[in-house]
């Protein structure tokens, strides 16, 4: 069975080092960590084919804008025959510190509004997803300039560091293991 994790990012240099695409940015880590064996543009997406612990695995980044992600992650999982138990949607959230993790199988979009997009899509807020923060607003800005400010380098490294230790939650859901199982252990530590 294969497994999909998707990264919900905006395409273009713009957006490459803001934080409304850390989906995006933990989907690269994950290449750097695991490679991949083919990439292919299509479905509104870049795909990338790859193993991760003997596991047949899709990695995606949508190339719809943020609020379209859902046509995209659908023409997906409908082309691959894709289980939405073995979905994971990575996104920004910005109620959460930075770079902490939260694993999540269930809810609203909490304001996020590829994952708003998805659930319409899908036409359920229960799938799996993994939440990473992108720290407070800072009141100086509005929400928008504030997910959509870039990171500074040392914050990219200190987003890797945590992405180190909460990858074992990623290969948790990637050997089949229980949501709740994921969300007990790290939730528990973030």
């Known amino acids: 069975m294969e497994k999909l994790i998707v990264g919900l990012g905006n395409p273009g240099k713009d957006y490459q080092n803001t934080r409304h695409n850390f989906g995006w940015i933990i989907i690269d880590f994950l290449l750097e960590k695991y490679g991949f064996d083919k990439k292919q543009e299509t479905l509104k997406s870049e795909l990338y084919f790859t193993k991760i ?3 047949k ?3 995606q980044k949508p190339l719809t804008y943020m ?3 859902g046509e995209a992650v659908v023409s997906v999982m409908n082309f691959y025959k894709i289980n ?4 994971l949607i990575i996104h920004d959230d910005k109620d959460l510190d930075f770079a902490k993790p939260r694993f999540k199988n269930n ?4 304001g996020q509004n590829g994952v708003k997009n ?3 899509h899908l036409g359920t807020q229960d799938f799996n997803r993994l939440r990473v923060g992108i720290g407070k607003v800072d009141p100086n800005y509005k929400i928008i300039d504030w997910v ?6 040392s914050q990219k490294e200190d987003l890797k560091k945590e992405f180190i230790k909460f990858c074992e939650g990623i290969d948790m ?6 949501f709740l199982k994921i969300m007990n252990k790290f939730n528990q530590k973030s």
């Open 53 to 55: 612990n003997g596991k």
């Open 57 to 59: 695995v899709i990695l």
């Open 67 to 69: 609020n379209l992600s």
């Open 84 to 87: 939405k138990n073995d979905l």
């Open 107 to 110: 809810g609203s979009a909490g």
């Open 118 to 120: 998805i659930i319409q």
């Open 148 to 153: 959509m400010k870039d990171i500074t380098q």
């Open 173 to 178: 859901f990637i050997e089949g293991q229980s």
